[in-house]
């Protein structure tokens, strides 16, 4: 008798097939996991994934977007697509959901081209990341202009404690008046 009942249903309230070609799950976690869940937008890079008040669970503000729209009449949508091609990762971008919207608001700055930009940029990024601590290393610059400052500091310091000599003990050392003709000169 159940399975009648469902029949029965079944044929009141036909499904309607769904035209969109929503991604699986697990392309979904692909595309968040291949970018760190991290936003994909340069701009942005919102964590995507973090912890939630129960232990065993976590929430996900991350969004499995269509680089070229799941159905027709969407953003970008690509009529040389099939229905493979559209749930493949290869269409797909993770992006926060503040992202997931602005790109689909202004389709004539967020084209299909810059999203692909987008995608590859943040899986090159999360590649790099791979393996080392999340400390951002300072860049050979960077380093150069610390080191420089520290030497200044040091001549600075150092020809303060020569100014503060007497002329008697400026004559015994030498090094002073080399030190003062350096600090003028830098």
Known sequence: MPTDLVELRAKSYPMKPSSRDDFPQG????????????????????????PQADPSKSVNVGVAAHITAASPGGPRFNHEFGDAQRKNATNGIWLCQNCAKLIDSDLSHYTSGKLLEWKEGAEREAKSRIGRNNSKSKSSSERDAVSQLKRNHKMRDDLQRDLLKTPAERMRNPVASSRMRKFAHG
């Open 27 to 50: 392309t979904k976690r692909a595309l968040a996991q291949r970018v760190g869940y991290l936003c994909s937008n340069p701009s942005c890079r919102a964590q995507t994934i973090g």
